[in-house]
């Protein structure tokens, strides 16, 4: 892929990756606009490092901010693991048989066909970021007419009741290209009875824990295509612009936690929604026109 190719779509991923917008609907759709098959070795790869800039712009985004409220001693870490856990753990419950059986049903019986072959349309995209969009809207203007909420000094930063929300709507996200697991689970958190910024940290902090080992189920299926695929571009060819892709996609996640810590805070979470919904209608007028 050319270099000016991986960049506009390293900054896609970036920006929307980590806003609640689907990273994954921006990215097939830019593709299909740029004539690019993501789904070849050298492209996959590329999405692979893509995925790991924005992991690592989280991280410094937020390290601060989690060391202050998770790890500012062992009891508050403990108390956060415990969550943590038991969130993510409700995610893969949820995700992994969700998977199994969308994989079924759109395989219409026949040889089970990958999730990601199967959402690799935009008709499917266009009606996930539209339930999402209703999702963050509703969440969003609920929870914009309420006070925000304070933790009295000693609580628990994020309760039993809004981690399980968040597991079990991140773990609905996982399958589905165009809902989003950042708006899922903030908007979960939110209609669940959390504080704004307390959400938003352990939001982005469960998917830290799911994003290695997400990373390395794409590079596993990398390396399996690429033994099996036919003579092409090699990996090592990719490497050059995936690296650049990587920092360019860094950089944007940077920006986006930035301009969403901003709107959520500020009560405009459900604007996400709205663009959401006006990304469906969109990706919709593209499906129409034959992409």
Partial sequence: MPLWRAAILAIVQGLTELLPVSSSAHVIVTAKLLHE???????????????????????????????????????????????AIVATLLSAVVGFPTILLVERILGHGESKAEIEALFDKLNWIAAALAVAGVLIIYAGLREARQ???????GAQLVGWTEAIVMGILQGFAIPFRGFSRSGST?????????????IESFSFAMAVIITPPAIARELWR????????????????SLAPGLAGMICAFVAG???????????EAGRWYWFGIYCLAASAAIACTYRLGF
């Fill in 147 to 153: 006070p925000e909420k304070e933790n009295p000094p």
């Fill in 254 to 264: 940077l920006l986006a936690l930035r301009w969403l810590s901003r709107w959520l």
């Fill in 186 to 198: 903030i908007s979960g958190g939110l209609l669940a009875g959390g504080a704004r910024t307390e």
């Fill in 222 to 237: 990398v390396v399996r295509a690429t033994h099996h695929a036919a003579a092409g571009p090699s990996l090592g060819a």
């Fill in 37 to 83: 098959n993501m789904s070849t070795p050298a492209n996959a790869l590329l999405l692979v490092l893509l995925h790991t800039g924005t992991m690592f712009a989280v991280i410094v985004y937020f390290w601060r901010r989690w060391v202050s409220e998770f790890l500012s001693s062992w009891a508050s870490f403990f108390e956060f693991a415990k969550r």
